[in-house]
């Protein structure tokens, strides 16, 4: 009866020196890849359900202050946290308008500054800075998922060729090249190949989920921003009216 049961630990122990370095090279970039994977999946799937539920809370709620409140609390959420920044900004601009002089020698009775477009553009640049820090903040160590994908299988190949040629170099030591003598100096060659595909497939899937997961929030982010800018500048129209 022909043995075919593959015992890895023996193949690692019985290769070559390089091929070893290679195989335990592909063992550190499988432990970090899956680290990176557990650790952006929870990130990521908390800010993704967090942003759902903030979204939804602050369009049933009808007060800027109360949706605030809210997002102090949910602290795993980008969209929040954009939103306390645009809400932070606006509160400085409405305290400096408020106490802004007016013609006459008092203080104006407005919640905004003098000129609409000044506002506008300090919240957008806010919002604008917020946003891309969260996005820096999503794709952190996703860049690690896409170098993992693309190098470990060349890594393995290395160690392929490498172990191919250590074989052959036996084969002429022992002047014999039957399948007995060469079979098992190429099967531990070629799991150096077999190592660098199962440490770079899951790493190229996870690349391209939290890609997509990414982008999702991404627009969820924007579309955010320009609908507080639309609420923004609602309001500020109404007072202007008012005023008027």
């Known amino acids: 009866m022909i043995q075919t049961d593959i015992n890895i630990i023996e193949m690692f122990l019985n290769a070559g020196l390089v091929v070893r370095l290679v195989l335990a090279l592909l063992v550190l970039f499988s432990i970090a890849s899956w680290s990176v994977i557990l650790i952006k999946f929870r990130y990521v799937s908390r800010a993704f359900r967090d942003s759902a539920d903030f979204i939804d809370y602050f369009w049933k709620s009808r007060d800027l202050s109360n949706a605030f409140v809210k997002a102090k609390q949910m602290k795993n959420s980008p969209v929040a946290r954009i939103f306390r920044v645009g809400y932070l900004e606006l509160k400085k601009i409405s305290q400096a308008g408020s106490t802004s002089p007016t013609p006459g ?140």
């Not at 939290?210 to 129209?237: C, G, P, W, Y």
């Open 105 to 244: 020698g008092g203080e104006a009775d407005t919640a905004f500054p003098g000129t609409r477009t000044t506002g506008i553009d300090n919240i957008k640049r806010a919002l604008r800075r917020a946003t891309n820090t969260e996005m820096t903040r999503l794709t952190q160590m996703v860049p690690f998922l896409a170098t993992t994908g693309n190098t470990t299988p060349f890594i393995g190949l290395f160690g392929t060729v490498w172990g191919i040629m250590h074989s052959f170099r036996s084969i002429g030591l022992q002047a014999s090249a039957n399948l007995a003598v060469v079979a098992p100096g190429i099967s531990e060659a070629l799991i150096a190949t077999a190592a660098g595909l199962a440490v770079a497939i899951p790493a190229v899937i996870a690349f391209n989920y939290f890609t997509q997961k990414i982008r999702t929030i991404e627009t969820e982010l924007h579309s955010f921003a320009a609908d507080f800018l639309n609420i923004v500048e609602r309001d500020i129209l109404r007072i202007e009216r008012r005023r008027r």
